[in-house]
């Protein structure tokens, strides 16, 4: 069965530094591409980074904070998050879609993957 689990979440004040683990059963992570999402209340879903056959990718809002990597002896993904801002409350969820993708395939488009976690639920606030 193929299931994804997030952990790493919680309550932090501006300026402090979080790690999320997305660690996966059910199938190798690395023959897909992991994107990690959130969500806020009232707002979309939006991509944060993924790891494709293409490298890794930031959204410029957390470009030079957050560092995405991978651990394949552990089947596990993180997302290193640091100089947190109260804009970076939200639902994190890590996501799978298998590889290799098209030429045009978005990786920042949620809509993209098969797979998804139940979320971990990061807050910053002093």
């Known amino acids: 069965q193929v299931q994804l689990v997030e952990s790493g979440g919680g309550l932090v004040q501006p300026g402090d530094s979080l790690r999320l683990s997305c660690a996966a059963t059910?199938?190798?992570?690395?023959?897909?591409?992991i994107g990690w999402f959130r969500q806020a209340p009232g707002k979309e879903r939006e991509g944060v980074s993924y790891?494709?056959?293409?490298?890794?990718n930031y959204a410029d809002s957390v470009k030079g904070r957050f560092t995405m990597s991978r651990d394949n002896a552990k089947n596990t993904v993180y997302l290193q998050m640091n100089s947190l801002k109260p804009e970076d409350t939200a639902v994190y969820y890590c996501?799978?879609?298998?590889?290799?993708?098209?030429?045009?395939?978005?990786?920042?488009?949620?809509?993209?993957?098969?797979?998804w976690g139940q979320g971990t639920q990061v807050t910053v606030s002093s």
């Open positions: 059910g199938f190798t992570l690395d023959a897909y591409a």
């Open positions: 790891i494709s056959d293409d490298g890794t």
């Open positions: 996501a799978a879609y298998p590889l290799p993708g098209f030429w045009d395939t978005d990786f920042f488009d949620s809509h993209t993957y098969d797979y």
